[in-house]
């Protein structure tokens, strides 16, 4: 069965980079976008954009745009999302999902990024 | 950005009836090339992801349970469960698909009354 499984929580101090993790499995890695979404506490989810498995190509919200990087390993059936130059305001669960296109029918368990001095 | 807002903030239903959400784009989510509305509905509940139920706006997703269905066109779209069961209390919501940043509606919470 397809599983999207992320890495553990994250407490980064402002200014820091951070890096999630996003393990795929029960499918063929290549064949769809992985998305990534994220949900401030208490807040909406926000998506941030997603990346072409296949061939490396991203698309970032105008958001996060300059402070989001989405890669890949294929070899190892991984996504990863890093963001960059973190603030309070970043505190958040970060989701990676998957379609099968833009519907997002398979959902990570969630990585917690806290960004405290 | 679309923004996409739901209406109410937060429900409670008595077991059995009927629970209603709403959801407006702020543009049309409707493709002209292919009729289809560019619209999910998701259920929250604390401490897991969302689960998609509904997408292009009235397709059930795959072992979501009937008494889910999803309706509407253009701007406006109702999430409707037609009899509440216990398990159904979540935040529900809506997300449009048609144009990039596919933006969330803030959330419905739904309670049993």
């Known amino acids: 069965q397809v599983q999207l499984v992320q890495s553990g929580a994250e407490v980064k101090k402002p200014g820091a980079s951070v890096k999630v993790s996003c393990k795929a499995s029960?499918?063929?890695?290549?064949?769809?976008?992985l998305y990534w979404v994220r949900q401030a506490p208490g807040q909406r989810l926000e998506w941030m954009g997603w990346i072409n498995v296949a061939n490396d190509n991203t698309v970032y919200s105008q958001k996060f745009q300059g402070r989001v990087t989405f890669t890949r390993d294929t070899s190892a059936n991984t996504a990863y999302m890093e963001l960059s130059s973190l603030r309070s305001e970043d505190t958040a669960v970060y989701y990676c999902?998957?379609?099968?296109?833009?519907?997002?029918?398979?959902w990570g368990q969630g990585t917690l990024v806290t960004v405290s001095s | 950005d679309i923004v996409m807002t739901q209406s109410p903030d937060s429900l409670a239903v008595s077991l059995g009836e009927r629970a209603t959400i709403n959801c407006k784009s702020s543009q049309s989510v409707l493709s002209s090339y292919s009729n289809k509305n560019f619209l999910a509905w998701f259920q929250q509940k604390p401490g897991q992801p969302p689960n998609l139920l509904i997408y292009?706006?009235?397709t059930r997703e795959s072992g979501v349970p009937d008494r889910f269905s999803g309706s509407g066109s253009g701007t406006d779209f109702t999430l409707t469960i037609s009899s509440l069961q216990a398990e159904d209390v979540a935040v529900y919501y809506c997300q449009q698909y048609y144009s990039m940043p596919y933006t969330f509606g803030q959330g419905t919470k739904l309670e049993i009354k």
């Open positions: 029960g499918y063929t890695f290549t064949n769809f976008l």
């Open positions: 292009w706006a009235s």
């Open positions: 999902a998957r379609g099968p296109l833009e519907q997002l029918s398979y």
